[in-house]
């Protein structure tokens, strides 16, 4: 049976879709530990040049190391391998004899981001050569001209070699699909998708100069909120299928759908995954995910729904390379643009949650997964049911998150014992001393105040949402300040959870203000 896509993949190209399924949600969120096959190049491509920027603040130079170095703390947390090379860029533009340039019409800079491209190619092609999963960095978006068209050769389409198979999934508020300028003069980083299909700027087009092209109906736009009139029609001509936020809203499940469709392919009865590439620009989402990027909005994706895309991702098809650019670290004072990244990306090859490794590790600092006993009265059902819940989500990385019941009447005692702290295995009086302290906090409040904040933000109140949290914080600190032991503050990482879960509920909203804790957390500690 023939591939129902134009350019779909061929048999040596394709793999069996792994035993792994979106619809296995729970999996989805859980932190792979210790799995060291994946070994990813962060390819820095530190330049400016697609975009004309007005004011030192809103530069995207240097926007790749700030993410790089929150990504490279999830990499090396999950047993994976995470290094890096940059492209020289001072050098290049040395050897071209000029940094800049603004011409009467046509593409500013076009002959620097030719030359840069030229480089980012090279350096992609031997990352992917040596085994490594590119993952490529700018800088301005004008690094999708550089990096990627090296990715389409490596995908040939079988029904026609001046095409590749290579799929896009290309996640941004903007299509990037403006043509030549014509009389005018127009800016690289708006017209780089156009430039892979074969039909951008002239100036541009010898970044594709003996490559394979693009096919139309090889991208998927996600997120699209700011798209040019022209870019509109161009869309609809080539009929690119394109998801913006009001149509991914009013259909989340065809999304979900499509999405499925687009990265898998059926052939003989069977299902395979397609290569696909993820492109990711930080101003698809809303203003206050994404300030640290220098076009900002209203509109915008949530991050909960671009972390659900990325474990959607991660769930189909067969991802060989990622993308991303337009951090600007000036802006990005709370590191909020970075850290949505770096998220994103985490989510999207499969390591989950990254605050996982953070908060939940038990192996961290005992090297062994914790054995849990429950003495005391019958839990209640609804207490063994979000334990089991909870269960699940730590189950990932080693542990178990038992839940404690507030209610006076009903309080089981918890005590946790390490396969490699003998102190523990033997002391009566230490696997006490724990359990006192875990049911105490238990009774601090905790529980009620995360359904306070529930409260809170179901009612849109923001102020009740940060006297909430802001609660949550201190409770938690005296509590760390009080642990009789090194091992209880692990203990305690696990415990937070299930308490918040047992009072805020089990919501979709729920990761989302958990993470709001940590970041709280993180900033009074």
């Given at each position: 049976m023939s591939s129902p896509f134009s350019?779909?993949?061929?048999?040596?190209?394709?793999?069996?879709?792994?035993?792994?399924?979106?619809?296995?949600?729970?999996?989805?969120?859980?932190p792979r530990q210790g799995h060291d096959e994946l070994k990813a190049m962060a390819i820095h491509v530190p330049t400016g040049h697609g975009a004309l920027r007005a004011g030192e603040g809103v530069t995207v130079d240097g926007g790749q190391y700030v993410v790089r170095e929150r990504l490279e703390s999830v990499f090396a947390n999950s047993g994976s391998t995470l290094e890096e090379d940059v492209v020289p860029v001072d050098e290049i533009l040395s050897e071209l004899g000029e940094e800049r340039s603004e011409p009467e019409k046509g593409v500013r800079n076009a002959p620097q981001i030719v030359a840069i491209g030229k480089e980012t190619a090279k350096r992609v092609g031997d990352a992917v050569d040596k085994g490594y999963f590119p993952i490529i960095m700018g800088g301005d978006h004008s690094t999708m001209v550089m990096g990627f068209p090296e990715m389409l050769d490596r995908y040939p389409d079988p029904d026609d070699p001046e095409y590749s198979s290579l799929k896009l999934v290309f996640i941004d508020a903007h299509p990037d699909i403006l043509q030549d300028p014509g009389e005018d003069v127009g800016n690289a980083?708006?017209?780089?998708?156009?430039?892979?299909?074969?039909?951008?700027?002239?100036?541009?087009?010898?970044?594709?100069?003996?490559?394979?092209?693009?096919?139309?109906?090889?991208?998927?736009?996600?997120?699209?909120?700011?798209?040019?009139?022209?870019?509109?029609?161009?869309?609809?001509?080539?009929?690119?299928?394109?998801?913006?936020?009001?149509?991914?809203?009013?259909?989340?499940?065809?999304?979900?759908?499509?999405?499925?469709?687009?990265?898998?392919?059926?052939?003989?009865?069977?299902?395979?995954?397609?290569?696909?590439?993820?492109?990711?620009?930080?101003?698809?989402?809303?203003?206050?995910?994404?300030?640290?990027?220098?076009?900002?909005s209203d509109e915008g994706m949530e991050r909960k729904e671009l972390y659900s895309l990325g474990r959607l991702l991660s769930a189909q098809g067969d991802l060989v390379g990622m993308g991303t650019a337009e951090v600007a670290p000036k802006l990005d004072v709370d590191g909020g643009t970075a850290e949505s990244v770096s998220g994103f990306m985490a989510r999207a090859l499969g390591k989950g949650d990254p605050e996982y490794y953070h908060e939940y590790d038990p192996h961290a600092e005992t090297g062994g997964p914790a054995e849990v006993t429950v003495v005391g009265r019958q839990r209640s059902r609804w207490l063994r049911k979000l334990s089991g819940v909870a269960a699940g989500l730590a189950a990932g990385v080693g542990g178990l998150i038992v839940g404690h019941q507030a209610s006076q009447h009903n309080k089981p005692t918890v005590a946790v014992v390490r396969p490699h702290d003998d102190e523990a295995k033997t002391s009566t009086p230490v696997l006490q001393a724990r359990a006192d302290f875990l049911g105490q906090f238990s009774r601090s409040g905790f529980r009620e105040t995360a359904a306070r904040l529930r409260m809170a933000a179901d009612l849109g109140d923001q102020n009740g949402v940060e006297d909430a949290l802001d609660d949550l914080v201190r409770t938690y600190t005296t509590a760390a300040n009080a642990t009789p032991n090194d091992g209880t503050e692990s203990d305690l990482g696990r415990l937070t959870l299930s308490e918040f879960v047992g009072g805020f509920g089990w919501d979709g909203d729920l990761d989302s203000y958990y993470q709001q804790f940590l970041s709280k957390k993180r900033e009074h500690a």
């Open positions: 350019g779909g993949p061929s048999d040596s190209e394709a793999h069996p879709l792994k035993a792994k399924h979106a619809d296995d949600s729970l999996s989805a969120y859980l980083h708006g017209r780089t998708i156009s430039t892979l299909l074969g039909k951008g700027p002239k100036d541009l087009m010898p970044t594709m100069e003996g490559r394979r092209k693009l096919r139309p109906e090889n991208i998927l736009y996600v997120g699209i909120s700011k798209p040019d009139e022209d870019e509109r029609d161009f869309i609809r001509d080539e009929k690119i299928q394109c998801w913006d936020l009001d149509k991914m809203r009013r259909d989340p499940q065809g999304f979900y759908k499509a999405v499925q469709e687009f990265l898998t392919v059926e052939r003989d009865g069977q299902q395979f995954a397609t290569p696909f590439f993820a492109e990711f620009d930080p101003d698809v989402l809303c203003k206050r995910d994404s300030k640290g990027t220098p076009m900002t």
